[in-house]
C-alpha cells in the first residue's frame, strides 16, 4: 500500500495541545498504528528518520500511522516529562486513533526513548504487534514486552550498548534482530529496516 502524504494537526492532551501526524494507507485500513520518537531533549522529534521509517512500514501494512511530539517538542505544548508524562502523550494519541479510525488491530513503535514509552504502553494496551528499534534499555526502565515483539538494534550502537539490549532481553528468552555494523540511528539500513518490520508483521 501507498502512505498518502502526511496530515499535521493538533489534538488535546494531557499537558494542553499536541502536535501529530497521520499517514493512511491506500486501501483497506487494518487498523491503527502508533510510533513513538527519541528522547525529546536530544533532538527527538516526530520527523526523526528511524520513527517515519516504522511509520512507513505500517502503512505499507496497512495502518493508519501516527506519530506524535511529545510535549514540548515542535508545536506540542509542556515540558519533558521524564518518560511519564510522556506516556500519557502516547496513551492520549491512542485513545484519539481509536475514537477516530475505530477499532480494528493496534500496533505500536519505538525508537531509542521512544522504545521505553512504546513498551511501558505495550503493556496496558496489549497491541497485536510491538516493534522496538534500539530501546533505550540501561537509560530508562523498558519494561518486558510480549513474545512475539520484534526488537532491532545496531551492532556498533554507542547511545544504548548491544550489550544492554542483550541482557534486558536474555532473561525473557526474547530474540534480538542485530544490524551488523548499523549505530544508533540505522543509517545505511533504513530501507532494510522496513523491510524487516514488513516481513515480521505479516507472518
Known amino acids: 500500500m501507498k502512505a498518502t502524504t502526511p496530515r499535521r ?5 494531557p499537558a ?3 502536535e501529530i501526524a497521520i499517514n493512511e494507507p491506500g486501501g483497506n485500513r487494518r487498523g491503527i498504528a502508533i510510533v513513538a520518537h527519541p528522547h525529546p531533549l536530544y533532538g527527538g522529534t516526530l520527523d526523526n528518520k528511524v520513527v517515519q521509517t516504522l511509520a512507513k512500514a505500517f502503512v505499507a501494512l496497512g495502518y493508519c500511522a501516527l506519530r506524535l511530539n511529545f510535549r514540548g ?3 506540542s505544548d509542556g515540558v519533558f516529562d521524564e518518560g511519564l508524562g510522556e506516556l500519557e502523550d502516547f496513551m492520549a494519541l491512542a485513545e484519539y486513533g481509536r475514537k477516530t479510525y475505530g477499532m480494528g488491530e493496534l500496533a505500536i513503535g519505538g525508537f ?5 514509552v512504546a513498551a511501558a504502553a505495550a503493556e496496558q494496551l496489549s497491541p497485536a504487534q510491538l516493534v522496538l528499534a534500539a530501546p533505550a534499555v540501561g537509560r530508562f526502565p523498558v519494561k518486558p514486552v510480549q513474545a512475539n515483539a520484534l526488537v532491532v538494534h545496531g ?3 554507542d547511545v544504548v550498548p548491544l550489550k544492554d ?8 528468552q526474547l530474540p534480538v534482530i542485530v544490524f551488523p555494523g548499523a549505530g544508533h540511528f540505522f543509517h545505511g539500513a533504513l530501507v532494510t529496516l522496513q523491510q524487516l518490520v514488513e516481513r515480521h508483521c505479516r507472518a
Do not use: H, K, T
Open 16 to 18: 494542553g495541545n499536541l
Open 165 to 172: 539490549v542483550l541482557d534486558w532481553a536474555r532473561p525473557q
Open 73 to 75: 517538542v515542535g508545536e
Open 112 to 116: 531509542s526513548f521512544g522504545g521505553y
Open 155 to 157: 551492532e556498533e550502537d
Open 9 to 13: 494537526l493538533s489534538i488535546e492532551g
